[in-house]
């Protein structure tokens, strides 16, 4: 395997992470209105900050390999 495609998987399964972070905040902010909570859920913030990141090494990756 060559060091592009194995750039590419990494790539993929940033973009795979970043998505089940997002449908887990999803449910955690529904899970939240449903309880009639005010306030967002005291996970959001890291986990918001963990899928940002994620996608800032996606973008690093596809800038490295020209996606």
């Known amino acids: 395997m060559q060091n592009s495609d ?3 998987e990494m790539h993929d399964e ?3 992470m970043s998505e089940a972070l ?3 905040l999803i449910d955690e902010l ?3 209105v449903e309880a009639g ?3 967002k859920p005291p996970a959001e913030k890291p986990l918001n900050q963990a899928r ?3 996608e ?3 973008r ?3 800038e490295a390999s020209e996606l």
């Open 22 to 24: 997002t449908e887990l």
């Open 56 to 58: 800032k090494a996606a």
């Open 60 to 62: 690093h990756l596809a």
């Open 30 to 32: 529904r899970a939240a």
């Open 52 to 54: 940002r990141a994620i």
């Open 37 to 39: 909570e005010g306030r």
């Open 6 to 8: 194995r750039v590419i």
């Open 14 to 16: 940033l973009a795979r």
